[in-house]
């Protein structure tokens, strides 16, 4: 079973808790909650190049610690790579533990943590695909608003950078990727307390 696929069904599974969790004062005294949030940017990226995308998000934390686990598909537009090239596809995970400068997994936060990327592209001229899997170590901040005690959005900003070295050739020619790059976004979310 494929990492995305599981990551999906823990985020859909925690989508009916709130069924059940809808209480949010703490009746046992500490700062334990849980969430999942939804990244706008896989969906708008995808979308401009006619694919559908998406990032779904879940989450626990007690105190100011918060460990996320992230699954995303997406496709980069083709306006965005090198004209050589087409169909740059994206299946992502991620591990990653973030820390809040206040109380209730609210206000600012800065994170880092690990991801996968498995990619493919696809040379033009030779209409050959390549696929690869880079490793990246990524780091980022946002800050989570919450427009109810429940629903929250956050803007944030995250640079990723890639620790393999391997080339990706496709049809002949290479597929220059960046060593750091970086990404903004905002997500919207829904968390309760455990």
Known sequence: MKPNFLILIIALILLANPLFSQDTEKKNGNNA???YAIDLLPTILSAAQ????YSFQAWAGVDRAR???????LYQ????????F???EMNVTAFIIDYFFSDSFSGFWIGTGTELWNCSIKNKASGETSQWTDNII???AGYVWKI????????FAAVHYRMNDSKVETG???FRRQRVSASASIKIGYMFNI
């Open 138 to 140: 990524t780091a980022g």
């Open 77 to 84: 537009p083709d306006s965005m790579i090198d004209d050589s």
């Open 148 to 155: 109810t005690e429940c629903v929250y959005l956050d803007p």
């Open 50 to 53: 006619g694919e559908a995308g």
């Open 86 to 88: 087409e169909n740059y």
């Open 67 to 73: 460990v996320r686990v992230v699954a995303a598909h």
């Open 172 to 174: 002949g020619e290479e």
């Open 33 to 35: 909650s849980a969430g």
